[in-house]
């Protein structure tokens, strides 16, 4: 079964500090993978996208790093700031039909406290 | 701005009685797609849309209807709208099907 597992569920951070989120899939055959950002009450953001060949990309001070081997993925965030404060959604796409279909994770709540 | 619209933002209805969520890009994106978000659950797909006239089921796709006249709008429809559909709606869109999409700023649907 194609399934995204994201964890942990929820992280809470002082301002300044790192942090990684992680992202295991199960999807075949996998065509790339993404990260977005979802600030409270909006709809997510678009942060990285990955295709398998890729093994790391950044975007300022996110980095999302792909194991295609191991079916892995992490974000990393760097000197964390309140703005932060988010949900982290790992999505990855996969062939179906002749089409790209999406398979969502449930996210990761990240707290970023002064 | 490049942007997708949706409307209403906010709603409570009751049990039965049809509504139609609109979304609207202006992007000129070929691909459209509807989600609903619910706690402790990854987004859902619950219909796509290629491209003008050209839409398909996605996970969870009973109980809503979907259209494609144009390019820029793709309107969810909830035919007779039951309790189960309560949740937040997103609408998106990309220029490709393998293209990052562009969130709209979601629509939070109460059925009484």
């Known amino acids: 079964k194609n399934q995204v597992e994201q964890s942990p569920q929820s992280l809470i951070i002082l301002e300044g500090k790192n942090c990684t989120l992680q992202?295991?899939?199960?999807?075949?055959?996998?065509?790339?993978l993404r990260w977005y950002k979802q600030d409270t009450g909006r709809g997510p953001v678009s942060l990285t996208i990955m295709t398998f060949s890729e093994n790391t990309k950044s975007n300022g001070r996110y980095t999302a790093t792909l194991d295609a081997d191991t079916k892995q993925s992490s974000l990393h965030i760097t000197a964390s700031q309140l703005s932060d404060s988010a949900s982290y959604i790992c999505?990855?796409?996969?062939?179906?039909?002749?089409?790209?279909?999406?398979?969502f994770g449930a996210g990761t709540r990240l707290a970023v406290h002064p | 701005e490049a942007q997708v619209t949706q409307n209403p933002r906010y709603l409570i209805t009751v049990t039965g009685k049809k509504l139609t969520v609109t979304c609207s890009q202006n992007m000129n994106h070929e691909y459209m797609s509807w989600y609903r978000q619910d706690p402790g659950l990854g987004l859902r797909q619950i219909y796509y849309s290629m491209n003008v006239e050209v839409t398909d089921k996605g996970d969870v796709p009973e109980g809503y209807k979907v259209s494609r006249k144009e390019k820029r709008n793709f309107p969810l429809i909830l035919e007779s709208p039951s309790p189960n559909q309560t949740s937040l709606y997103f609408c998106?869109?990309?220029?490709?099907?393998?293209?990052?999409?562009?969130f709209g700023d979601g629509t939070r649907l109460s059925i009484l």
């Open positions: 998106a869109s990309s220029l490709w099907g393998e293209q990052p999409q562009h």
């Open positions: 999505v990855v796409s996969f062939l179906s039909g002749g089409y790209n279909k999406l398979i």
């Open positions: 992202c295991n899939y199960t999807v075949s055959p996998f065509s790339n």
